[in-house]
């Protein structure tokens, strides 16, 4: 389980269902069934695999009712290369499949994430992957799990790169592998997502609408650029928060506080960031964007 989201992040789940159309969602790790359920509301097909004979069987029980999810049970890398090929078209896929303690499976394999990794890249269509846990990655996991079960980032890096996936990006303790060619969609949400949370009062996510994720995703061209301004219109309203704690700390003989409320209000300068979209569309659209 991540350290930010309790089971997978389901902001960033719909909005890569909206904008890739992506109608199936597969997990390895079931658990006790929350993802599972989640993701059987939201996507016309779902799949989640377990190792643990228990869990599965437990999870059979409370499930039953849900129509469109299918519980596997077995070895994630194994049902993954038996699973995949059935598919109608790319899926969204939640690795963690991790060994977590307790009455989970596992533990002769805590991290069996390369190896679903290759079953999953070596499909011929590109699918794309959520993993879980992205702090474990970097550094050791913590006690008794044993260090060497997991890969480094570096390792991690270099297995993605064998099997054609060059980019990925770290966000809220989950690796996102998009398809190849999915990186810039996923560059520009994950940014307009951090710019509006580091304009937060409380540094708190806050994630785009869903109506205008939706449009984002859909949108093209200078039509991009427009929708982009529209989110961004929606950082000046903090920064008009962080102006008026300034002024109120300094009237009341706060000049520290102050000062950190006006360095926040000064955190993003968004003519540049939108003249840099501008540069970036004029290429892509091979006219000029005013």
Known sequence: MGIVHP???????????????????????????????????????????????????????????????????????????????????????????????????????????????????TQPVQHTILIDDARLFCAPPALPHPAAAWPSLAKLTHALRALGREEFFLFEDVIIVPAVGDVELLR?????????????????????????????????????????????????AQVRHHVQVARLAFAQGDRAAAREAAEWAMAVDLEVALAEDVVALRGSCGGEVG
């Not at 009712?65 to 049970?73: A, F, R, S, W, Y």
């Not at 969204?92 to 596992?106: C, K, R």
């Open 7 to 121: 089971g997978v992040p389901q902001p960033l789940a719909k909005f890569l269902q909206a904008a890739l159309g992506l109608d199936v969602f597969i997990e390895t790790g079931t658990q006790y069934g929350y993802t599972a359920r989640w993701a059987a509301s939201h996507f016309s097909q779902a799949h989640s695999i377990e190792l643990s004979p228990a869990l599965w069987a437990r999870a059979v029980e409370a499930l039953g009712d849900v129509g469109n999810l299918t519980l596997h049970q077995g070895a994630s890398p194994a049902v993954l290369a038996r699973l995949l090929p059935t598919l109608p078209g790319p899926a969204l896929l939640w690795l963690d499949a991790h060994w977590s303690l307790g009455e989970t499976a596992g533990e002769d394999d805590p991290c069996p994430l390369l190896a679903e990794l290759e079953a999953v890249l």
């Open 188 to 236: 520009k949400y994950l940014q307009m997502r951090d710019t509006l949370t580091s304009q937060s009062p409380l540094r708190q996510p806050l994630p785009l609408p869903e109506d205008l994720a939706a449009r984002i995703a859909a949108a093209q061209g200078p039509a991009l650029l427009a929708l982009w301004s529209e989110a961004a219109r929606l950082v000046p």
